[in-house]
């Protein structure tokens, strides 16, 4: 049942706990403006404060819009049952990833939760819980301030920044200078791709132009970068280069996967879980690459 409380009333200190997204927070503005708060946030009210948990977007747009009493649902009468309810209901919430994983982490950290605990509570594996907390812990504070804050998609993150990390010679501290310079300007992940291969494979003068903040222009010298003696554009032989790296991590995960020095469970209960995604995407990989094979052989 929800209730009207005061907006001044929330303790706001999950708020780095959320994803922020501009775009979306201009959305629910104009949509409060409009027909005011149609969803009641969400929080725990302790005997310390009343701590808002979900509802952080709408918290905002009820202080420019000048709402000072808000719809309102309790989820407990302390912090950590009212992290699980909300993460139990994550799909409902859109909880991210990463924002699953930030709670997992104070789940385990701050609440004195075991990983057991936590994943019977949430009904989820010990693998899920252990991937969550791994995740946020390899995230330098470069990062993790860029992702949170929004200046920086987690698309490219998870999908391309990750992958270069595999790359021997790429230190987190280039990660860190690479998210620094193209964080916050309004990049689309396309662009944010082709300036992470040449920050990443491309020569030293790319790589200093775009730590000096040249993003326009080396965007322009890639675009403009003529084919080479072999007849390949930029774009084919970042594409070259990584079917090479494919089929070197193919040869070395299908020899590794044999070897008897794998025992422990922590391993394959996280292996288990990687394998799975893995193999759910073996159809569409092998229908695509038969497909380029076919094409690429009759050019």
């Known amino acids: 049942m929800s209730e009207f409380v005061e907006l001044s009333s929330f ?47 709408r918290h905002r747009s009820a202080e420019k819009l000048g709402i000072a009493c808000v719809p309102y ?10 992290i699980l309810s909300l993460m139990r209901a994550s799909t409902d919430h859109g909880l991210g990833l990463l924002e699953q994983a930030r709670f997992v982490d104070d789940l385990l950290t701050v609440h004195g939760m075991s990983l057991t605990e936590v994943a019977e509570t949430l009904g989820r594996s010990k693998a899920w ?22 200046t920086f998609p987690v698309y490219c993150y998870l999908y391309t920044l990750r992958s270069f990390k595999r790359v021997n ?14 964080a916050g300007r309004g990049l689309s992940v ?3 791709e082709l300036l992470a291969d040449a920050y990443f494979r491309g020569p030293a003068s790319l790589r200093e132009a775009i730590e000096a903040g040249k993003l326009g222009w080396s965007l322009d010298q890639m675009k403009q970068v003529p084919q080479d003696q072999e007849g390949c554009s930029e774009f084919e032989r970042i594409l070259l280069a990584d079917l090479e790296t494919l089929q070197t991590y193919l040869r070395r995960v299908l020899t590794k996967s044999l070897d008897p020095r794998l025992t422990s469970r922590a391993f394959y209960a996280q292996a ?3 394998s799975g995604a ?22």
């Open 11 to 57: 303790d706001l200190r999950y708020e780095s706990h959320r994803l922020r997204d501009d775009g979306r927070e201009a959305r629910v503005l104009a949509s409060m403006a409009q027909r005011g708060i149609e969803k009641p946030l969400e929080g725990v009210d302790t005997p310390q404060a009343r701590f808002l948990l979900n509802g952080f977007k």
């Open 73 to 82: 649902v309790s989820l407990g009468s302390d912090e950590a049952t009212g």
């Open 129 to 150: 819980v252990s991937l969550r907390r791994s995740l946020l812990a390899e995230l330098s504070g470069v990062v993790r301030e860029a992702l949170f804050r929004g």
């Open 169 to 182: 010679g790429v230190t987190p501290e280039q990660i860190d200078r690479f998210v620094a310079a193209v």
């Open 190 to 192: 396309r662009e944010i």
């Open 272 to 274: 288990n879980l990687l």
């Open 278 to 299: 893995l193999l759910s995407q073996l159809p569409t990989f092998q229908e695509r690459m038969k497909e380029f094979h076919d094409r690429s052989g009759q050019a």
